[in-house]
Nanobody
Framework: QVHLVESGGGLVQAGGSLRLSCATS????????MGWYRQAPGKEREFVAS????????AYTDSVRGRFTISRDGAKNTVYLQMNSLKPEDTAVYFC?????????????WGQGTQVTVSS
């Protein structure tokens, strides 16, 4: 059993920054890849960023590359998403995701989500 708990969402003005955290617990040794998805109102959930536990390889969707940074703290079993230069179109519910494989395409584990709202 794996539990993912997000925190750090909120309301911010365009151009501002937020840092999301995803704390993991349970059988965390079973997780290799972790990352973030987001879902805006009326839209499908989309991939944002991922990081591998082994090697630390990262991946980003084009719309956030250069603005968002994903990282992990192995000692704290926590993954972070630093979001800078936020835009109104970044407004969404952000979900933490994890999977035993090397990718989070169709992840096995999900968090409950945290709301990020960027005002113009």
């Amino acid at each position: 059993q794996v539990h993912l708990v997000e925190s750090g969402g909120g309301l911010v003005q365009a151009g501002g920054s937020l840092r999301l955290s995803c704390a993991t617990s349970g059988t965390i040794f079973s997780i290799n890849a972790m990352g973030w998805y987001r879902q805006a109102p009326g839209k499908e959930r989309e991939f944002v960023a991922s990081i591998n536990r082994i090697g630390g390889r990262t991946a980003y969707t084009d719309s956030v590359r250069g603005r968002f940074t994903i990282s992990r703290d192995g000692a704290k079993n926590t993954v972070y998403l630093q979001m800078n230069s936020l835009k109104p179109e970044d407004t969404a519910v952000y979900f933490c995701a994890g999977d035993p494989s090397s990718t989070i395409v169709g992840p096995k584990y999900w968090g409950q989500g945290t709301q990020v709202t960027v005002s113009s």
